[in-house]
């Protein structure tokens, strides 16, 4: 009786994880043809030299790794691109929380400073990058304003030490309203009784915010940055349309270093050994913040 059981248990389990399995199909098939099939050619060209020519391509090891240990330039860029992603998180994260929630407390008008805020995030990069190109050239409204003012004018793109603030502006107002709508979403899953038990034990605003927001928002907080990091680290439309790159190479990203060397370069093995880094460095990261979220908890 009981092996009778036993052997109905084993077929039934059986059913269901090929029901499951008939289920993860569709989905199992679009990853393999989008994401795994494209990573494992990336990994593969990485490991070779040539083009899209009649000559293809060759093997050569890890001889395009060797070079961008050894390339200054690519030394610069990674620079570049940690100084932009760590520059960009920080108010990204920062400036929509502080936002949501003085928001959160307005009794009238939330829902139209939120869509006010919001609509940055869906406009096109490329038109907010040609509205800021215009907005910082020599005879822009910026200088225009800094004149009024009895300042001189600055040269925003063609300095080596405002070029990439002007890019950092850029994409934190870009990114601010996604990030205010998702920590709004966080503020609404905290219970009010929370609040109203600090309030009747004496704590300020400030305490409130430290000991009950800030840790209810945790898993929000995890996914603002997360997002954050992997918009700014694919960053290519700032300086394809603002700077190209320039000057000297001081506003040169990771992304956009890419696309010079696969398509101007036409040096598809070494744009995919840098491409391979970019994927690792976004995979550590994201990782390291799922670590420390789960650690803090």
Do not use: C
Not at 64 to 90: C, H, K, M, S, W
Not at 252 to 270: E, K, S
Not at 281 to 297: D, G, H, K, N
């Amino acid at each position: 009786m009981k092996s009778a059981l036993s052997s109905e248990s084993r077929d039934s389990e059986s059913r269901d994880a090929l029901t499951a399995w008939l289920f993860l199909l569709p989905a199992l098939l679009l990853l393999s043809v989008f994401v795994f099939y494209p990573m494992a050619y990336l990994g593969y060209l990485s490991f070779t030299s040539g083009s899209f020519t009649r000559a293809g391509v060759h093997w050569v090891g890890g001889r395009n790794y060797l070079r961008l240990l050894i390339d200054p330039e690519f030394g610069q860029v990674l620079g570049n691109t940690a100084y932009f992603t760590i520059a960009t998180v920080i108010p990204s994260v920062v400036l929509p929380l502080g936002l949501a929630v003085l928001l959160d407390r307005l009794p009238i008008g939330r829902g139209l400073l939120r869509t006010a805020y919001f609509i940055p995030s869906i406009t096109s990069l490329v038109a907010v990058g040609l509205g800021f190109r215009w907005l910082f050239q020599p005879e822009g409204p910026v200088n225009g304003l800094l004149q009024e003012l009895g300042l001189s004018p600055v040269p925003w793109l063609s300095s080596t030490t405002w070029a990439m603030p002007v890019l950092i502006l850029l994409s934190t107002w870009k990114q601010l309203g996604f990030n205010l709508v998702v920590f709004l979403s966080g503020l609404q899953t905290i219970p009010s009784s929370r609040y109203e038990a600090a309030e009747l034990d004496g704590a300020g605003p400030w305490q409130q915010f430290w000991h009950i927001t800030l840790p209810g928002l945790r898993p929000t907080l995890v996914f603002a940055v997360i997002t954050t990091v992997i918009f700014t680290l694919r960053s290519f439309e700032q300086p394809y349309v603002m700077t190209n790159g320039g000057p000297l190479n001081s506003t040169n990203l990771l992304v956009f270093y890419i696309y010079q060397q696969a398509f101007a370069q036409f040096d598809l093995g070494y744009a995919a050994a840098a491409t391979t880094i970019l994927l690792l460095i976004t995979l550590v990261l994201v990782y390291l913040q799922l670590r420390i979220s789960r650690e803090a908890e």
